[in-house]
């Protein structure tokens, strides 16, 4: 079977490795990819926000699969396009992307079922939601813009000032469009985060091993929140007490809440959880893979990929069989110098080989294009080095071994990935 991925970054490349172990795959394209999915991928220069683009993409190239990846043509009903056209695709149709899309949505679906998240408010005027935070006067709070905000739409208030600065950037001078027509105060909750990525057809679902993000810039979860500076799987939190708890309290009613809402969940749903001394409760819904949990977790499916998502696919996934290797794995990004701020691009990287990668390591793009077998900084996010180990420390060593065998001009990566 030929397979188109939707994407570009080392997500996609990580679904693209995953499924070239596959003996069922022949061709595999990727729309648009980048420099180093291009080793491993026909890469074709189409928008993966263009929806008729790439449903005539696939048609052309008579594929047997289109994967999804991100969650903005999710949002905008790729799935439901692709599904029109006969033509089978991983991911959520737009009305169950929207878990992910509208966090006004979500939050209203856990209240209405009884999913433990973190208590909230929702508002459409600024003034009526600084009122609230003011008469509420419990600090930090949090702010949510309601929509899609490239992983930047939650503010973490430390005062009523904080907070009134926040409502105004994401309410008045509307930083994240109409993204912020609406916001969610929410109740600020701590222990540690996990991530939980699920397999589900609507029906069933079967969580994959866990991971853990590190967000912040900086080492010691210091400086700015990205879209996630590495990983580690499994999450050392994460215990099989918990994983039980949190399949009974959050996973089932969640795929059984949006059954009953008329929007079956199918494809990748992505639990943000936050394991609180009152319980696991939910931070966010993603509707699609994590970048960069994919990268720790999909080296650890032994499982034929394409047989779990065809079984998704076509709604027997109960039958089908996930199983998970012990071995642990890491992921330690490395990104261009003041991302998620400004930075350079187009800045040579030394150190890797003709396909982009060192020994001891698998190497996934997310930011860099190959031009005359030279591979450059394209992105802020640029490599994301990963590598498995019989534990997480020994698999930690093994990812910054590579790392330190790879070097462009301002490179920066964290050095606490995983302690
Ligand atoms: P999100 O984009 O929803 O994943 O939020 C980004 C980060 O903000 C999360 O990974 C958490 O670290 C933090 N966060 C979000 N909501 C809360 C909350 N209610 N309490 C504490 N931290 C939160
Ligand atoms: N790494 C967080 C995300 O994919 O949303």
């Known amino acids: 079977m030929d397979i188109l991925v939707v994407g570009s970054g080392g997500r996609e490349h990580a679904i693209v490795r995953k499924l070239k172990e596959s003996p069922k795959v ?32 696939a048609k052309e190239k008579k594929v047997g699969l289109v994967f999804v990846a991100p969650d903005d043509p999710l949002a905008a009903g790729m799935v439901d396009a692709l599904e029109q056209e006969g033509i089978p695709a991983f991911g959520p149709r737009a009305n169950a992307a929207v878990i992910e899309a509208s966090k006004v949505f979500s939050k209203n679906l856990m209240k209405k079922y009884g999913i433990p998240t973190a208590g909230y408010e929702v508002f459409e005027n600024p003034q009526e939601a600084a009122d609230y935070i003011e008469k509420n006067d419990t600090y930090p709070v949090v702010i949510k813009a309601d929509g899609l905000a490239l992983g930047k739409g939650v503010l973490i208030c430390g005062d009523l000032q904080e907070a009134k600065d926040a409502l105004k950037e994401i309410m008045e001078d509307k930083v994240f469009g109409a993204s912020g027509n609406r916001v969610v105060v929410e109740e600020f909750l701590t222990g540690p985060e996990v991530s939980v990525l699920a397999f589900t057809d609507g029906k069933c679902v079967k969580p994959m091993v866990s991971s853990k993000d590190h967000k912040r810039a900086l080492d010691g979860d210091q400086g700015l929140n990205t879209g996630g500076m590495g990983t580690i799987s499994p999450n050392p939190y994460y215990t099989k007490e918990m994983a039980d708890l949190c399949m009974e309290t959050i996973f089932l009613p969640t795929i059984q809440a949006m059954q009953q809402e008329g929007r079956p969940f199918k494809g990748c749903l992505y639990f943000g959880l936050m394991l609180t001394p009152n319980g696991p409760k939910v931070i966010e819904y993603n509707s699609r893979f994590g970048d960069p949990e994919t990268q720790v977790v999909l080296p650890r499916l032994k499982t034929d990929f394409v047989d779990v998502l065809m079984a998704v696919v076509e709604e027997r996934l109960e039958e089908q069989p996930v199983e998970w290797s012990d071995e642990a794995c890491a992921c330690v990004v490395m990104a261009s110098g003041g991302y998620p701020g400004k930075y350079e691009k187009h800045i040579p990287i030394e150190g890797l080989d003709e396909n982009g990668q060192v020994p001891g390591a698998t190497v996934y793009h997310a930011g860099t294009v190959l031009e005359n077998g030279t591979f450059f900084t394209n992105g802020g996010r640029v490599l994301g080095v990963t590598a498995l180990g019989e534990s997480v420390s020994r698999a930690l060593e093994a990812a910054y071994c590579a790392v330190n065998k790879i070097h462009w001009k301002d490179v920066h990566y964290r050095k606490d990935i995983g302690r």
Not at 43 to 49: F, S, T, W
């Open 26 to 57: 022949g061709k595999i394209y990727c729309a648009p990819g980048n420099g180093g999915i291009s080793r491993d991928a026909e890469c074709i220069p189409v928008a993966a926000m263009d929806v008729p683009g790439m449903v005539a993409l």
